[in-house]
């Protein structure tokens, strides 16, 4: 069974850094797409935040988030983590990691096929 599970979300004000942490089990292939997304309040659309993968030679950050957020994998501890740097009040949002088979895109390596959850974190922004 694959199980993930986020932890690290909480509130903050605006400038400020949390750091996500995702400890997942029960997905050994070696092929494989790891990355954060999150679903805004109100929004029905889960964005991609940053995905690596098994098979890309770099790692892939949308642009409203590129230089303030860095992914990073503890291989050792099957932990994935966030840093987020610099937060803002549209940071807020309910965050997940998600895991599965990498998707190529035409151009890249991407996230487009993760069907495993977590259940979600909380990061809420005060202005």
């Known amino acids: 069974e694959v199980q993930l599970m986020e932890s690290g979300g909480g509130l903050v004000q605006t400038g400020e850094s949390l750091r996500l942490s995702c400890a997942y089990s029960g997905f050994t292939s070696e092929d494989y797409a790891i990355g954060w997304f999150r679903q805004a309040p109100g929004s029905n659309r889960r964005e991609e935040l940053s995905?690596?993968?098994?098979?890309?030679?770099?790692?892939y950050y949308t642009p409203s988030v590129a230089g303030r957020f860095a992914i990073s994998s503890d291989n050792a501890e099957d932990t994935l983590h966030l840093q987020l740097n610099d937060l803002q009040p549209e940071d807020t949002a309910v965050y997940y990691c998600?895991?599965?088979?990498?998707?190529?895109?035409?151009?890249?390596?991407?996230?487009?096929?993760?069907?495993?959850w977590g259940q979600g974190t909380q990061v809420s922004v005060s202005s």
């Open positions: 998600g895991k599965g088979r990498p998707v190529w895109d035409g151009s890249a390596w991407t996230c487009k096929g993760v069907h495993f």
């Open positions: 995905c690596m993968t098994s098979r890309a030679g770099r790692t």
